[in-house]
């Protein structure tokens, strides 16, 4: 069993049930992402599904120097604020530069430390000083026992208020795989395990300029995944995927969320 971690009436691991943390990659104006939030508020509220909500303020690990990155820390901040204020759920963004830490941890209440740069110290240290639950994206070039003195530096830095998310691992160029036993392997470590569907089905790069992906098996992974084992899921959902400018290749329809939450709740229910 893994340990409980509390945001606000929200609880994850233990013997709860799983959480979904879902929204657009990044920030693309205020009035979608509020909608898009009450959206996902509305159906996970009537499936009696706890829900963080998340979205980027600013993804800087693109492909390309062209490629959107977000509103930025500031107006990115801001928007997530007022989704706060307005709705009453918990809000997730990465942090990518320990500069940032400080001003985003006001807002957010969970810090997401990518994947990309999972093994950065200064990074860690600083969103562990915050006492803000932090979320660490195993990065896709490390096997799951990597992520021990991962956890060890947040631990040492004095927060234990951690979440860790699988999300495929490296298998030859432009693609990435799940092996399912990593889940088991990192709840091993104590700390409650989400799955991130959505990027794990990404082919980081495949488009030459930007990443592309395979989101006909968001659906399957998910249902796998829960079926394994894990306290959470983690899916990247759009209005419009294909017009998305960001990962859309990767993310899910809001139409094919409620149908995939629904065959998930089932899952669960089998299960216990």
């Known amino acids: 069993m893994t340990k409980e971690i509390k945001i606000g009436?929200?609880?994850?691991?233990?013997?709860?049930?799983?959480?979904?943390?879902?929204?657009?990659?990044?920030?693309?104006d205020r009035e979608s992402t509020l909608k898009t939030a009450?959206?996902?508020?509305?159906?996970?509220?009537?499936?009696?599904?706890?829900?963080?909500?998340?979205?980027?303020?600013?993804?800087?690990?693109r492909s390309s120097l062209d490629s959107y990155r977000g509103p930025g820390l500031k107006k990115g901040l801001k928007i997530l604020q007022e989704v706060k204020d307005t709705l009453g759920v918990?809000?997730?963004?990465?942090?990518?530069?320990?500069?940032?830490?400080?001003?985003?941890?006001?807002?957010?209440?969970v810090i997401q430390i990518p994947a990309f740069l999972?093994?950065?110290?200064?990074?860690?240290?600083e969103a562990a000083r915050t006492r803000r639950i932090v979320n660490i994206k195993k990065g896709q070039f490390l096997a799951p026992w990597d992520i021990a003195p991962i956890i060890k530096k947040m631990e040492k830095s004095g927060n234990?208020?951690?979440?860790i998310t699988e999300r495929g691992v490296s298998f030859?160029?432009?693609?990435?795989?799940?092996?399912?036993?990593?889940l088991s392997i990192l709840r091993?470590?104590?700390?409650?395990?989400?799955?991130?569907?959505?990027h794990s089905v990404q082919l980081p790069g495949g488009k030459g300029s930007c990443s592309g992906g395979e989101r006909r098996f968001v659906a399957g992974l998910s249902r796998a995944a829960v079926a394994f084992g894990c306290d959470g899921l983690f899916l990247e959902v759009h209005p419009d995927p294909d017009k998305a400018p960001c990962d859309g290749p990767n993310m899910i329809s809001l139409k094919?969320?409620?149908?995939?939450?629904?065959?998930i709740k089932k899952i669960e229910s089998a299960l216990k």
């Open 172 to 182: 030859g160029y432009n693609n990435l795989v799940t092996d399912f036993r990593a």
């Open 160 to 163: 234990k208020n951690i979440i």
């Open 256 to 263: 094919a969320l409620e149908p995939l939450l629904r065959e």
């Open 188 to 198: 091993d470590f104590g700390y409650p395990v989400i799955y991130d569907a959505t």
């Open 38 to 61: 009450k959206i996902l508020q509305n159906l996970t509220l009537s499936l009696e599904i706890p829900f963080i909500f998340k979205s980027s303020y600013d993804k800087a690990n």
């Open 9 to 28: 009436n929200i609880k994850i691991g233990g013997n709860n049930p799983f959480v979904l943390i879902a929204g657009p990659c990044v920030i693309e």
């Open 90 to 109: 918990p809000v997730l963004s990465d942090v990518h530069c320990k500069e940032d830490v400080a001003e985003a941890a006001r807002v957010l209440d």
């Open 118 to 125: 999972s093994r950065q110290t200064d990074l860690l240290i």
